[in-house]
């Protein structure tokens, strides 16, 4: 008596979740890009491209440019 209603919560929670994830999660990823391409726009005059104002991507340059630092020391 207290398992369907159980089964069917997880149930509509699972297509909920997955819904909002595959569906809804990608066009606001891309839609917050699309807002640091603009401010990076308005602040240096150039438009960035797409990769360049991913955070992910910045850091990997950065730690790229303090290794060969390191390198150029040693």
């Given amino acids: 008596q207290f398992l369907i209603p159980m089964a ?3 149930a509509y929670g699972l ?3 997955t819904f909002l994830i595959l569906v ?3 066009p606001l990823l ?3 890009n699309k807002i640091r391409r603009l401010w990076v726009w308005l602040l240096e ?3 960035p491209t797409e990769e360049e104002v991913e955070p992910a991507v910045k850091e990997l340059a ?3 440019q303090e290794l060969l630092a390191v390198i150029e020391k040693n």
């Fill in 15 to 17: 297509l909920f979740g």
């Fill in 24 to 26: 809804q999660v990608p």
């Fill in 30 to 32: 891309l839609i917050v």
């Fill in 45 to 47: 005059g150039k438009m």
């Fill in 62 to 64: 950065r730690e790229k």
């Fill in 8 to 10: 069917i919560s997880i």
